[in-house]
């Protein structure tokens, strides 16, 4: 069963993936880096596909072709809140 990154609610089976859709309990994106089955931080662009362009917000929606929304509980790829914050970090000093 596919859980939201953000706040884990288990999403519905049946639910269509637009890139308008959101999680129902936080309102989250759904079609987002954060919830794809390729998400991988610390691989080239966080991705383990070889995407043509960089998605800088990867809670955001996007137009990404190879998003698959991961089906494995407890989103596998997805960074400690300490890995998270240290990302952020880094991230910030080349913005």
Same mark, same amino acid.
């Given at each position: 069963m =596919? %859980? *939201?990154?953000? *706040?884990g609610q288990d999403l519905p089976r049946e639910m269509q993936i637009?890139? !308008? /859709? #959101?999680c129902p309990?936080?309102? @989250? &994106? /759904?079609?987002c880096c954060r919830n794809c089955v390729f998400y991988l931080p610390g691989a080239h662009w966080d *991705? %383990?596909? !070889? /995407? &043509? #362009? @960089? /998605?800088?917000?990867?809670e955001r929606s996007n137009f990404c072709e190879y998003f698959r929304?991961? @089906?494995s509980s407890g989103g596998a790829g997805a960074p400690s809140d300490k890995g998270r914050? =240290?990302?952020?970090v880094f991230d910030d000093l080349f913005s």
């Open positions: =596919a %859980r *939201c990154f953000k *706040c637009t890139r !308008t /859709v #959101e309990s936080c309102n @989250q &994106p /759904v079609r *991705c %383990r596909e !070889t /995407v &043509p #362009e @960089q /998605v800088m917000d990867k929304l991961n @089906q914050s =240290a990302r952020n």
